[in-house]
């Protein structure tokens, strides 16, 4: 009987010490990465061994989150309308996902990782801006659709890391013809008259991004 009771007490009291102090979040990560569990409690543990696999799981979250961003264009076409609607979701993952690394010791590669994220993220979300604001067949507002697609295109030729992925198969020939492609387009552009401010602007602003990211790609050709 005393036995019982100093079970049942101890129960209790364990009980109450969890209601205090509440598990750390969940971080979803894919069912594919894990091999019995669906989620998983990043533990708060100091020790090495805890802290290692905290920071791989951390990796496989971001590859992953890559991953799912590529799935939304491919070298013809773009999912904007589609894209758009994660978007909301899509920043609060990565937002409670930063919150999460920066309260553990993340190395050098989780740091670029999470920075080339952030950065695919702002680029995509601004291209399908203006791919869904211009939806005209007017060859001007399909050249400005164009080079914005452009843009995301060319993400693909970065590693999750945000490195130049110089290990593609003709990467070179592959940067000399998009840079061709980018002055060929403006070009086209220049000559066409009575083209509306605000589309110009679009226009421009587009192929300076899209010059400057094939500058930073040629330094790795």
């Not at 079970?7 to 069912?31: E, H, Q």
């Not at 999470?114 to 211009?134: D, P, Q, Y």
Request: hydrophobic letters at 40%; charged letters at 25%.
């Amino acid at each position: 009987m005393k036995l019982q009771l100093c079970f049942l007490v101890l129960t209790s009291f364990v009980s109450l010490i969890g209601s205090a102090f509440p598990a750390p979040p969940r971080i979803y990560i894919p069912k594919c990465l894990l091999q019995d569990t669906e989620k998983v409690a990043f533990s708060q543990d100091s020790t090495a061994d805890s802290e290692q696999r905290e920071i791989e799981k951390v990796e496989k979250v971001l590859d992953w989150f890559i991953v799912r961003m590529n799935t939304f264009f491919n070298e013809t076409s773009f999912e904007s309308r589609r894209f758009k609607s994660r978007i909301p979701p899509l920043y609060r993952e990565l937002s409670d996902l930063e919150c999460h690394i920066s309260r553990i010791p993340y190395t050098p590669k989780v740091k670029r990782q999470l920075e080339f994220s952030k950065h695919m993220l702002r680029v995509m979300g601004n291209s399908a801006h203006w791919i869904e604001t211009f939806r005209s067949r007017d060859p001007i507002q399909e050249m400005v659709r164009r080079i914005a697609h452009f843009n995301i295109r060319i993400l693909a030729l970065f590693t999750s890391q945000g490195t130049p992925d110089v290990s593609i198969q003709d990467y070179s020939t592959i940067l000399t013809r998009f840079s061709n492609r980018v002055e060929y387009w403006k070009r086209w552009f220049g000559h066409l008259e009575d083209v509306p401010s605000g589309l110009r602007t679009v226009f421009e602003s587009q192929c300076k991004k899209a010059e400057k990211t094939l500058k930073v790609l040629a330094k790795y050709k």
